[in-house]
T-cell receptor, first 114, second 111 residues
Framework: DAGVIQSPRHEVTEMGQEVTLRCKPISGHDYLFWYRQTMMRGLELLIYFNNNVPIDDSGMPEDRFSAKMPNASFSTLKIQPSEPRDSAVYFC????????????FGPGTRLTVT | KQEVTQIPAALSVPEGENLVLNCSFTDSAIYNLQWFRQDPGKGLTSLLLIQSSQREQTSGRLNASLDKSSGRSTLYIAASQPGDSATYLCAVRGSARQLTFGSGTQLTVLP
């Protein structure tokens, strides 16, 4: 298995632009998580899905952030409009709800908003 | 709200030493605890997962223990090598499915 796939790996954009981050979970996994990592706040959960349905989005910082999972093999995290404080590494992770819930992480997308 | 603390924040040891990384959590009602490794600019690699009913897990030179009642876990690394240099993160899962992470211990193993 290729593991969790994220794209792009790096994104540099100007303030006010729309940014879309993409994730392909491990095949067969029924949970998908989006995390954000910054030096100041560490790793924080933004939102997670179970069977393509958003379960908890309480970590989404504000209305500028939105996430979708149109099918079991694809999810997007969108920021519109982007701001410099959104600069961070965004990770996607997936797991199989079989009891262990061991999470597997993608390589991350490093976002820089200038 | 669950809080996870890792001590020390940074650790530097000579090659060959055995070492212990510490993780503590405030809410003992956890389902499992996971230790990760993160290399600079990379994602997280899962090292060990301990279920709440378990006391320890071993993988190669790594051994993780869990004392749920006291809210503590340790990661023991035997015979450390320069390739072990990385940031080690612990994370706990409560009744929900998401993980709460500690801030990590940055380990440097000197050749």
């Amino acid at each position: 298995d290729a593991g969790v796939i994220q794209s792009p790996r790096h994104e540099v954009t100007e303030m006010g632009q729309e940014v879309t981050l993409r994730c392909k979970p491990i095949s067969g996994h029924d949970y998908l998580f989006w995390y954000r990592q910054t030096m100041m706040r560490g790793l924080e959960l933004l939102i997670y899905f179970n069977n393509n349905v958003p379960i908890d989005d309480s970590g989404m910082p504000e209305d500028r952030f939105s996430a979708k999972m149109p099918n079991a093999s694809f999810s997007t995290l969108k920021i519109q409009p982007s701001e410099p404080r959104d600069s961070a590494v965004y990770f996607c992770a997936s797991t199989l709800g079989d009891g262990t819930y061991e999470q597997y992480f993608g390589p991350g997308t490093r976002l820089t908003v200038t | 709200k669950q809080e996870v603390t890792q001590i020390p924040a940074a650790l530097s040891v000579p090659e060959g030493e055995n070492l212990v990384l510490n993780c503590s959590f405030t809410d003992s009602a956890i389902y499992n605890l996971q230790w990760f490794r993160q290399d600079p600019g990379k994602g997280l690699t899962s090292l060990l997962l301990i279920q709440s009913s378990q006391r320890e897990q071993t993988s190669g030179r790594l051994n993780a223990s869990l004392d749920k009642s006291s809210g503590r876990s340790t990661l023991y690394i035997a015979a450390s090598q320069p390739g072990d240099s990385a940031t080690y993160l612990c994370a706990v899962r409560g009744s929900a499915r998401q993980l709460t992470f500690g801030s990590g211990t940055q380990l440097t193993v000197l050749p």
